[in-house]
């Protein structure tokens, strides 16, 4: 009975599923022909971490193209961003906690310059932001001209790329090879996530909206507990939690809580949705679009600085193709290529799988050519899947 709710469930909210299914399905796969490899704690450890920048431009682009508009620039401009926070460090000696909300202003004038020309003189995004791309992109390159690669100094800032969180709770005793921090802090949100989706469930029922069966309802609650209990367990059992996987779930919680509780983010969703109608029940797409483009650049200067953090360098050629796998991660999280439809833990469920797919080939040894087209028909088999549910829903 269960398993028959479960199969109706999936077929009438298989977008909402389907990343997630991927996901799964990519993890088992890599696990067996790894011969386990790819499930072990330091590798996870590192692919979440190669994930922080990804997913965090990732989120960014989400709203981007949740308002129907694309941001090329957000790669060179992140590298860009990154050079200037290492010569900052490391020529002008200024300190981390003044560089690091420094380069945060700058993205986000930097994003607020790129949403004039479509705000205001309704210059298309892709044009206005290739301009950006080609600026960033000899931006990087002037200042790293006279030194090439330049290496960080400051042990703070290159901890937030490397670092991991430190255990309050150590003891010899108890547990002594996991990390308890990570433990209580990955129970603490296996049991937020479960009240969070029992509350969301009954404010429906109560408003009398369609919600899954009792069944699969728990099904669903004790599957994602599993997992994040299983990925608890292994990053306990390495170093525990990243930093930068700490400022990624933040990112992620600031910006969940923004898209999905506040008039913000339903006008975002609203000009998404259809930007005549939008503008003629009062809403300033205008100012939307600035935002969006702003919050844009200064999620792309947070990323620059935790790639550089990461590398504990800023080079020449940071950034390189970052927006293409930010724009990837997104589709592949479930925004839709129409508009209005998207969510931030879909784009960073997306960027996991995404990275997930480069690790696991990258440790079966496949060469660079076949990652770029098994990538690129990933992609394609994404968007496909999103016009298909659409057709379906219409």
């Known amino acids: 009975m269960i398993f028959k709710g479960l199969g109706a469930d999936l077929r009438k ?7 997630f299914i991927a996901l799964f399905v990519i993890i088992v796969l890599f696990t067996f022909l790894t011969d386990g ?7 996870i450890s590192n692919l979440l ?11 960014g682009m989400t709203l981007v193209i949740v308002i129907r508009h694309i941001d090329l620039s957000v790669g060179f401009l992140s590298g860009f961003l990154g050079a200037v926070a290492a010569i900052a460090m490391a020529f002008w000696n200024i300190p981390v906690f003044i560089v690091i909300p420094s380069i945060l202003i700058l993205g986000l004038l930097a994003g607020l310059l790129t949403a004039y020309p479509v705000a205001k003189l309704g210059i298309p995004a892709f044009v206005a932001s290739l301009a950006g791309w080609l600026i960033y992109r000899g931006a990087l390159l002037l200042v790293t001209l006279k030194t090439g690669t330049i290496i960080i100094p400051n042990k703070a800032f290159n901890a937030i790329g490397n670092g991991f969180i430190p255990d309050l709770f150590a003891s010899d005793v108890f547990l002594p090879e996991m990390h308890k921090t990570t433990l209580l802090l990955g129970l603490l949100a296996m049991v937020f996530i479960v009240y969070s989706s029992i509350k969301a469930r009954n ?9 899954v069966n009792t069944d699969v309802f728990i099904l669903k609650q004790a599957f994602i507990v599993l997992i994040l209990g299983i990925v ?12 930068t996987l700490v400022i990624v779930l933040v990112v992620v919680a600031i910006y969940n809580f923004i898209t999905k509780k506040t008039v913000i983010g339903r006008h975002i969703y609203a000009v998404g949705g259809n930007p005549e ?10 100012k939307i679009t600035f935002l969006v483009f702003g919050s844009m650049g200064m999620l792309s200067g947070l990323s620059g600085m935790l790639f550089a953090s990461r590398l504990q360098s800023a080079t020449t050629t940071a950034g390189t193709l970052l927006e293409l796998d930010a724009i990837a991660a997104a589709y592949i999280g479930g925004v839709s290529a129409a508009g209005g439809v998207g969510s931030v833990v879909g784009s960073l469920i997306g960027a996991i799988v995404y990275t997930s797919l480069t690790s696991g080939m990258n440790l079966m040894g496949i060469d660079i ?7 690129g028909a990933v992609l394609a088999g994404a968007v ?11």
Do not use: C
């Open 203 to 211: 404010s429906k029922i109560k408003y009398n909206f369609e919600v």
């Open 232 to 243: 608890t367990w292994i990053l306990a059992g390495y170093n525990g939690l990243s930093w």
């Open 384 to 394: 496909i899947f999103d016009v298909a549910t659409r057709n379906i829903k219409k």
């Open 13 to 19: 909210h298989i977008k909402d599923y389907g990343m």
């Open 277 to 286: 109608a939008a503008e003629l029940s009062g809403i300033n797409v205008e």
């Open 49 to 59: 971490n190669q994930t922080g920048y990804i997913a965090i431009i990732a989120i």
């Open 369 to 375: 050519s076949s990652q770029y087209i098994v990538r």
């Open 37 to 43: 490899i790819f499930i072990s704690p330091r590798n």
